[in-house]
């Protein structure tokens, strides 16, 4: 079983470059999210997606974007990357809201210098 | 808006010592409420839940139990081992919402 799987693991962005994390998940779950973990601050959504095709903004969606085109997949796109986008990025899904517990990847640490 | 607090850490204990980690929460209507944990390098994964008040949670021998009175879901465990070293993240779901994070909790466990 794979899950949810998030390339690439690691990576360093010069200021003002830009990139594409990517998230595939094979387990038929219509909701899917992005989260940023910065030290002792816990996890911030970033965005998420209620299926294909929809998505809507978390509490820190500026400097990103995304798209949901299928089921399985959901890039999150970085813009002119900056400093404050140095975190670990976890990519999650869940086949519900509420009570259905979330399947995250093993995050990708971005380092922007 | 919704929110969750857990004690601060880092915590550290010795093995078969008991483990308490408060977590404490503010949010409309009854959400649902979850422990998660993430070792070393890896993501998060699901430890236990509890969607209603009374329920009890359990799972590799921790336990939470939903207290709607004190709005508490404080994870317990009688014995650690090394091996429960880990960060814990406390968190909840109010209806159709995502989840909501606490800043987590660093647990070190020293044989």
């Known amino acids: 079983n794979a899950g949810v799987t998030q390339t690439p693991k690691f990576r360093i962005l010069k200021i003002g470059q830009s990139m594409t994390l990517q998230c595939t998940q094979d387990m038929n779950h219509n909701y899917m999210y992005w989260y940023r973990q910065d030290p002792g601050m816990g996890l911030k959504l970033i965005y998420y997606?209620?299926?294909?095709?929809?998505?809507d903004k978390g509490e820190v969606p500026n400097g990103y974007n995304v798209s949901r085109s299928t089921t399985e997949d959901f890039p999150l796109r970085l813009e002119l990357a900056a400093p404050s986008q140095t975190s670990v990025y976890f990519c999650?899904?869940?086949?519900?809201?509420?009570?259905?517990?979330?399947?995250f990847g093993s995050g990708t640490r971005l380092t922007v210098v | 808006g919704d929110s969750v607090t857990q004690m601060e850490g880092p915590v550290t204990l010795s093995e078969e010592a008991f483990l308490t980690i408060n977590c404490t929460y503010t949010?409309?209507?009854?959400?649902?409420l979850f422990w998660y944990v993430q070792y070393p390098g890896e993501g998060l994964q699901l430890l236990l839940k509890a969607t209603k008040a009374d329920d009890k949670g359990s799972n590799k021998g921790f336990e939470a139990t939903y207290r709607k009175e004190t709005t508490s879901f404080h994870l317990e465990k009688g014995s650690v081992q090394v091996s429960d070293s880990a960060v814990y993240f406390c968190?909840?779901?109010?209806?159709?919402?995502?989840?909501?994070f606490g800043k987590g909790t660093r647990l070190s466990v020293i044989a």
């Open positions: 999650a899904s869940s086949p519900g809201q509420g009570i259905s517990g979330y399947t």
């Open positions: 949010a409309t209507g009854y959400p649902s």
């Open positions: 997606s209620v299926g294909a095709g929809i998505t």
């Open positions: 968190a909840l779901s109010s209806g159709n919402t995502p989840l909501v």
